[in-house]
Antibody, heavy 113, light 107 residues
């Protein structure tokens, strides 16, 4: 069965960086891209970006350009999301999800700044 | 970027009644729209993609319609487990964008 398993919760100081991982299983990894979505406490869903697991092509949200980097490791079927220069506004639950339609979701990673 | 609007913010419905949720795109997105359900403390769950195709395992009481800029999610007879927040998302253009969500609460 398809599973996306994310790394554990993180607590960071302002100005630091965080790297969240998302390990995929149950399907051919390079067939689907991975989207990252975040949700601040009590708020709605915010689309952060997408990476192709086939060739590493990325698309990022305009408000995160320059601070976010998404990468893949096909040898371990893992996608990484690196967010730099953290502020309190980055405190949120971070989710990875498969494909454009977001048909499967990770369990979420709480990042507290 | 495309702005997705979901009026109203909250919908009060009695169990067993029909709920109709709206989603409007600021420009045409063909049928590249998905609906998600989110319950407190849980990750969102895909309900509908391609504007009208139910995802695997989604009950038939959920249906989606629309194309272009106007979309609707209908829950034909609300069950207790359906009270949640519902989001639409367009995946026609970069960057992808979500609506702000509609909370369906018990009337």
């Amino acid at each position: 069965q398809v599973q996306l398993v994310q790394s554990g919760a993180e607590v960071k100081k302002p100005g630091a960086s965080v790297k969240v991982s998302c390990k995929a299983s149950g399907y051919i990894f390079t067939t689907y891209g991975i989207t990252w979505v975040r949700q601040a406490p009590g708020q709605g869903l915010e689309w952060m970006g997408w990476i192709s697991a086939y060739n590493g092509v990325t698309h990022y949200a305009q408000n995160l350009q320059g601070r976010v980097t998404m990468t893949t490791d096909t040898s371990t079927s893992t996608v990484y999301m690196d967010l730099r220069s953290l502020t309190s506004d980055d405190t949120a639950m971070y989710y990875c999800a498969r494909a454009w339609e977001l048909d499967f979701w990770g369990q979420g990673t709480l990042v507290t700044v | 970027e495309i702005v997705m609007t979901q009026p109203p913010g909250t919908l009060s419905v009695s169990p067993g009644e029909r709920a109709t949720l709206s989603c409007r795109a600021s420009q045409t997105i063909s049928n590249n729209l998905a609906w998600y359900q989110q319950k407190p403390g849980q990750a969102p769950r895909l309900l509908i993609y391609g504007a009208s195709t139910r995802a695997t395992g989604i009950p038939a009481r959920f249906s989606g319609s629309g194309s272009g800029t106007e979309f609707t999610l209908t829950i034909s007879s609300l069950q207790s487990e359906d009270f949640a927040v519902y989001y639409c998302q367009q995946y026609n253009n970069w960057p992808r964008t979500f609506g702000q969500g509609t909370k369906v609460e018990i009337k």
